[in-house]
């Protein structure tokens, strides 16, 4: 049917009207678009620019080099090594387990360690590298590196670790770093943002800790672009960190790892000290570990066999050990009488075997008793009669102020961690400890190291260095930094009458050199370096009447916790003091036959630039100690045991 001309044109019409609405409105449109795209790339086009670049530049920390420790030789104690390592970035990966998944195809991983890598990952900003592995061998770095591109956020990095080259012999000393906890980052008020770096290590114990700020260094920089894919396409600009400071200690490394050696598969502590300086020789807890496991991330099994072991090789025994000082306090009761005046070098008293008070027997170590001893004898034989009497003249609170005047009873301040006060016991502090009143028996047992008296080696060692030079040397272990020596202030004189500190020190002489003294057999037969001591013998149980009738039962046939602990303190050149020692066997028994023959040869060494020569021992002993020298498995001088390579 034809439609009509009044139709067609009517139709025409409603067309127009539509597409003129429809022209209209996408006009409207453009203009609106129009105006919204001149609004964002003139008006807001720095805006956008800034946007456009932070997505595409990421700035990175650059850890600085960690400083290196050395001994007093310039000899590497704590250093880096050069470490492969794989760290992904959040922001730049997008799926992380799906990323680590692959990277787990080319590296081992195992399930766990994809999943603590993914929560640490959402535990920390987007922009923050974590480290998924390190220590990668060659072969498996090289397979991330090849397969980068399929690997968003994974970069592939040559980083350094901590090592520690001597092991054992400096693990107490320096300790070791690990990565920073959360703990950690509580007790700092404002943490270097270096801190803030997953994984990042700093120390945990030892000289690592107590200098961190020191080792650390400070951080640099870097600009990096990335890819849409968070691909590394360049570096666009570096500043390098500054590398934290060296220190060099005053350790010697050979000194140290003689003492080490000697000290042997024994649960047993040495110091040695310059008596003139104050500066730590070596300073020695056995049994040892090697910190290299705890930087690398230590095993359950390996964990657990140092933990569980009676010996404790985790303590550091040379500063934390606690232990009665025995008869090696006898010189702190000796310059107190002196000092007081209760007594003075002739002084005579007699010894039966025992001193009675209240009806209480309190007895000699010689059952038989010593008779009649004056200073000398007393100090070279040991008399416990000649101090419990003289300590009862004198009294425990001049006891008290003459052992602090000599180092015991506080802290040393050195670098190490846990370093114990000892217990240095006056009328006030039993009060204060127990709230009960101080007694006649515990002066009479404070006078021969027993009771409440608590020193740790260290202590002991700076007595011993302060008795023979009398002056209040302070120990040291910082000898450089950064190759500029640490000042050493004039140590002052300790106040004491120079003829009550000479009879106190030929005491001393005369217990290693006297024809009964109690460490005769340990004496250095040289005339040049003769050696002053005093041996100790702690008991770490009571003896009762019953047994002490019957006949004491002997240290070896004791459970080892039972038996006594076994002390010496020593210096020598007698006429010339150079190095004072300490030694203390954890239960190991007579301190004459046991830590007097260990200090001896320390002191040797120490005087000596080497392996002590036999002629300095008494002829009689040359050939045992020669077999002992030759067992001994010292390191050569590129710090390398024998038998074991040092990697």
């Excluded at 009649?372 to 009669?385: F, H, I, M, Q």
């Excluded at 006056?426 to 409440?452: E, L, P, S």
Aim: glycine share 8%; net charge neutral; hydrophobic share 40%.
């Amino acid at each position: 049917m034809r439609r009509s001309n009044r139709d067609t044109e009517e139709t025409a019409r409603q067309v127009n009207r539509r597409a003129l609405l429809m022209g209209g409105a996408m006009a409207a449109m453009v203009a609106v678009l129009g105006a919204r795209m001149r609004y964002m790339q003139v008006e807001q086009a720095d805006q956008f620019r800034l946007l456009a670049e932070e997505n595409r530049i990421n700035i990175r920390l650059i850890p600085p080099n960690r400083g290196l420790i050395q001994d007093r030789n310039g000899r590497l104690i704590a250093g880096n090594e050069q470490n492969y390592r794989v760290v992904i970035t959040r922001e730049d990966a997008g799926d992380v387990d799906a990323v680590l998944h692959r990277l787990a195809a080319l590296i081992p991983m195992t399930d766990d360690e994809i999943d603590k890598t993914t929560r640490e990952a959402l535990r920390h900003s987007p922009f923050v590298p974590i480290i998924v592995a390190d220590r990668l061998s060659w072969d498996d770095f090289s397979k991330v590196a090849l397969n980068a591109p399929s690997l968003p956020g994974v970069s592939p990095e040559v980083g350094l670790s901590r090592i520690y080259p001597l092991d054992t012999d400096f693990a107490h000393i320096v300790g070791y770093v690990g990565p920073v906890s959360e703990a950690d980052l509580a007790k700092l008020e404002d943490p270097d943002p270096l801190l803030q770096i997953p994984k990042f290590q700093i120390g945990k114990i030892g000289v690592e800790k107590w200098t961190e700020d020191t080792l650390r260094g400070r951080a640099g920089a870097k600009r990096i672009e990335v890819n849409a894919l968070g691909r590394v396409m360049r570096e666009l600009d570096r500043r390098e960190g500054v590398a934290g400071s060296d220190i060099r200690l005053t350790i010697d490394a050979a000194v140290q790892n003689f003492a080490q050696v000697r000290l042997g598969d024994d649960s047993a502590a040495a110091v040695a000290v310059d008596v003139q300086t104050g500066d730590i020789l070596a300073i020695a807890s056995a049994p040892s570990f090697d910190p290299n496991l705890f930087v690398r991330g230590i095993s359950q099994r390996d964990y657990a066999a140092l933990t569980e072991n009676d010996h404790r090789p985790l303590a550091n025994k040379s500063v934390q050990g606690a232990y009665p000082p025995g008869s090696t306090f006898k010189m702190v009761t000796a310059l107190a009488a002196l000092d007081a005046g209760v007594i003075d070098t002739e002084t005579s008293i007699r010894c039966p075997g025992y001193y009675e008070v209240g009806g209480r027997k309190f007895h000699c170590w010689k059952r038989a008793g010593h008779g009649t001893v004056n200073l000398k004898r007393g100090l070279a034989e040991s008399c416990d009669v000649y101090f419990y009497e003289i300590a009862q003249k004198v009294g425990i609170d001049k006891i008290a102020e003459i052992g602090r005047r000599l180092g015991l009873g506080g802290r040393h301040d050195l670098p190490m961690s846990a370093i114990t006060e000892g217990v240095m016991p006056d009328k006030a502090w039993k009060v204060a400890r127990y709230k009960k009143d101080w007694v006649i028996g515990d002066t009479i047992n404070a006078a021969i190291g027993q009771g409440y008296v608590l020193t740790s080696p260290l202590q002991l060692a700076m007595m011993t260095a302060r008795i023979a030079s009398g002056k209040a040397v302070q120990a040291r272990l910082i000898h450089m930094i950064d190759d500029k020596p640490v000042p050493i202030a004039e140590a002052p004189s300790l106040g004491f009458d120079a003829a009550n500190l000479a009879a106190v020190q030929r005491g001393m002489f005369e217990v290693m050199n006297g024809g009964n003294g109690t460490a005769r057999s340990a004496r250095i037969d040289d005339d040049t370096m003769l050696m002053a001591g005093k041996t100790g013998t702690a008991q770490v149980r009571n003896i009762s009447a019953a047994e002490r009738a019957s006949g004491v039962v002997s240290n070896d046939q004791l459970p080892w916790k039972s038996r006594d602990h076994a002390l010496f303190v020593g210096f020598a050149p007698f006429d010339n003091p150079r190095v004072a020692v300490s030694v203390v066997v954890e239960h190991g028994g007579g301190g004459s036959a046991v830590a007097a023959p260990i200090a001896r040869d320390i002191l040797l060494r120490c005087l000596h630039d080497g392996i002590p020569p036999l002629s300095a021992y008494p002829a009689a002993q040359r050939n045992r100690i020669d077999s002992q020298f030759k067992a001994m498995k010292l390191r050569d001088p590129d710090g390398v045991l024998p038998g074991k390579s040092q990697a």
